[in-house]
T-cell receptor, first 111, second 113 residues
Framework: EDQVTQSPEALRLQEGESSSLNCSYT??????LFWYRQDPGKGPEFLFT???AGEEKEKERLKATLTKKESFLHITAPKPEDSATYLC????????????FGKGTKLSVKP | DAGVIQSPRHEVTEMGQEVTLRCKPI?????LFWYRQTMMRGLELLIY????????DSGMPEDRFSAKMPNASFSTLKIQPSEPRDSAVYFC???????????FGNGTRLTVT
């Protein structure tokens, strides 16, 4: 069964304290791995797509990387406004676009 | 861009009542998805449409759930009769032809008492 597992479930950081979130996946023939940010009361907001091992994408303080079994979302010198739940998803094999989501990592950044 | 628009934002109803959730996808997007989010199970796909045609409804939990997409700019998700275990946040998402990423609306929080 295709699965996406994120860790940790929750992460508390001090402002400026860099860290990484993990997303491990078991899916045959990965067609794409996606990172989303979700704020309370809002829908998930797209951040990155990664397609192949070794690929990296960056946006402000966030950098996403991909290996054959997992992806990392690195957060450098986070600020309180980075507090949110970060979701990882993979495209289901043979699908026309539907995504399988992990349960997310809830990040809190304290000033 | 208006983004994906869902209504209502909140719905509180009593067990046994019919509930209809509505979605307007982003103009020009060919695929539409309905997801349900709960603390226990996270985001789960219920059904998705491609060019207004249902492609995969294997995630629809029971016959009490039905979804329609009468045209490219409108979709509904109906629950009849509703039950307390249906309480969740329901999201609609759309994507252009060719696949992800999906663009999500802000959801409908459904509470069934």
């Amino acid at each position: 069964e295709d699965q996406v597992t994120q860790s940790p479930e929750a992460l508390r950081l001090q402002e400026g304290e860099s860290s990484s979130l993990n997303c491990s996946y078991t899916v045959s023939g990965l067609r794409g791995l996606f990172w989303y940010r979700q704020d309370p009361g809002k829908g998930p907001e797209f951040l990155f797509t990664l397609y192949s091992a070794g690929e990296e994408k960056e946006k402000e303080r966030l950098k996403a990387t991909l290996t054959k079994k997992e992806s990392f979302l690195h957060i450098t010198a986070p600020k309180p406004e980075d507090s949110a739940t970060y979701l990882c998803a993979v495209q289901a094999p043979g699908s026309q676009g539907n995504l399988i989501f992990g349960k997310g990592t809830k990040l809190s950044v304290k000033p | 861009d208006a983004g994906v628009i869902q209504s209502p934002r909140h719905e509180v109803t009593e067990m046994g009542q019919e509930v209809t959730l509505r979605c307007k996808p982003i103009s020009g997007h060919n695929s539409l998805f309905w997801y349900r989010q709960t603390m226990m199970r996270g985001l789960e796909l219920l059904i998705y449409f491609n060019n207004n045609v249902p492609i995969d409804d294997s995630g629809m939990p029971e016959d009490r759930f039905s979804a329609k997409m009468p045209n490219a700019s409108f979709s509904t998700l109906k629950i009849q009769p509703s039950e307390p275990r249906d309480s969740a946040v329901y999201f609609c998402a759309s994507s252009p032809s060719g696949g992800p990423p999906l663009h999500f609306g802000n959801g409908t929080r459904l509470t069934v008492t």
